[in-house]
């Protein structure tokens, strides 16, 4: 049973993977600004200041200011497509089960996709992104982090280091 289940995490984790890349990387993403140089697609599509674009959402949500489909499925949409990997990582990764390591490594994948994303103008550099991907990823972890949830998957926790 213990080789079903790590196979069908197995699967399930490329299958994942794979969502991840579309979503992030080969849908569509609106106007490509094809006649600007690098820099100034960063500048004209960035954003660096915390909670900027959150907020706006927020605000738009209690206001009714926006069609509530743009604002949630930006604030839950980001929120949860990192959430399996707070999952994935740990279980595939016996290392990453300590909470700082999981997080140095989430913030390093997230800004190599928030970079890609924009060296690739397949998105923008939105630091909100970064806030809400990173939730996600440690609300996975959380769930991780459950006795329960990993004796569900027959998780070897003897393996884990000492926390």
Do not use: C
């Amino acid at each position: 049973m213990q080789k079903l289940i790590k196979i069908v995490l197995g699967v399930s984790f490329i299958f994942y993977l794979f969502i991840l890349v579309v979503l992030l990387f080969l849908g569509y993403r609106g106007y490509v600004w094809a006649d600007q140089t690098l820099i100034e697609y960063m500048k004209s599509s960035s954003n660096f200041v915390p909670f900027k674009t959150i907020g706006l959402y927020i605000n738009a949500i209690s206001s009714g200011s926006m069609n509530m489909d743009i604002p949630l499925k930006n604030l839950v949409g980001n929120l949860i497509m990192f959430l399996p990997m707070g999952i994935y990582l740990p279980y595939f990764m016996k290392k990453l089960n300590k909470v700082m390591i999981f997080s140095m490594s989430m913030t390093f994948l997230l800004f190599v996709i928030e970079g890609i994303q924009v060296i690739t103008r397949r998105g923008s550099f939105d630091i909100d992104d970064f806030i809400l991907n990173m939730l996600g990823a440690w609300i996975g972890f959380g769930i991780w982090r459950v006795k329960g949830v990993q004796r569900l998957v027959k998780y070897d926790t003897s393996r884990q280091d000492s926390h």
